[in-house]
């Protein structure tokens, strides 16, 4: 069965922490992983990885791949409070058609 | 551009009851999709869609039926809407394949009493 984990469940840090948000994946035919982050309403994209051990970049968000190991991380450096939301991530199911998403991680920067 | 659009964004349904929930994007997308998602857990894939005319069933599609006449257009029915099917539901599009981004629209918060 395709399953996707995410860990931790949720997580509270101080504005100015740097977090990493770890998800693992047992995906039939892996494609590629992605990340989504979701405030109050719909999930908003962050990064899609293919490649195993290239870095993906945006601002003070960075993520990574590691294929053989089955697992990503999302960094989120010198966090604000308004990264506070929750991180989806998801991977392809065995048809390609769709995404197996994650549980999320919940998180909360604090002033 | 307006994206993914959902209607209702809220609805407050009888068991028994149906209702549709209406999805349509302007992104001429093949691939379009809906979710559902309970509290505290990941989206769950319940029915996609690959272009007009073409359906498929997700990991959860028990009481929902869909269809797609148009590009643009991509309805969830719910039939005998039991109290399990509680949840907010996603709508979302893609260009191609789930190897790229999908779109999601701003959901529906359904509830069944």
């Known amino acids: 069965e395709d399953k996707v984990v995410q860990s931790p469940l949720s997580l509270v840090v101080h504005e100015g922490d740097t977090v990493t948000l770890n998800c693992s994946y047992e995906v039939t035919n892996f494609r590629s992983l992605l990340w989504y982050k979701q405030e109050k309403k719909a999930p908003t994209f962050l990064f899609m990885l293919t490649s195993s051990g290239i870095e993906k970049k945006s601002g003070r968000l960075s993520s990574i791949l590691d294929k053989k190991e089955l697992f990503s991380i999302l960094n989120i450096t010198a966090t604000q409070t308004g990264d506070s939301a929750v991180y989806l991530c998801?991977?392809?199911?065995?048809?390609?058609?769709?995404?197996?998403f994650g549980k999320g991680t919940s998180l909360l920067v604090t002033p | 551009n307006a994206g993914v659009t959902q209607t209702p964004k809220f609805r407050i349904l009888k068991i028994g009851q149906s209702m549709t929930l209406q999805c349509a994007q302007d992104m001429n997308h093949n691939y379009m999709y809906w979710y559902r998602q309970d509290p505290g857990m990941g989206l769950k894939l319940i029915y996609y869609?690959?272009?007009?005319?073409?359906?498929d069933k997700g990991e959860v599609p028990n009481g929902y039926n869909v269809s797609r006449s148009t590009t643009e257009d991509f309805p969830l029915r719910l039939e005998l809407a039991a109290p399990s099917q509680t949840s907010v539901y996603f709508c979302?599009?893609?260009?191609?394949?789930?190897?790229?981004?999908?779109?999601f629209g701003p959901g529906t918060r359904l509830t069944v009493t």
């Open positions: 869609s690959v272009g007009a005319g073409i359906t």
């Open positions: 998801a991977a392809t199911l065995n048809s390609g058609y769709a995404l197996n």
């Open positions: 979302a599009s893609s260009y191609d394949r789930a190897s790229y981004e999908q779109y």
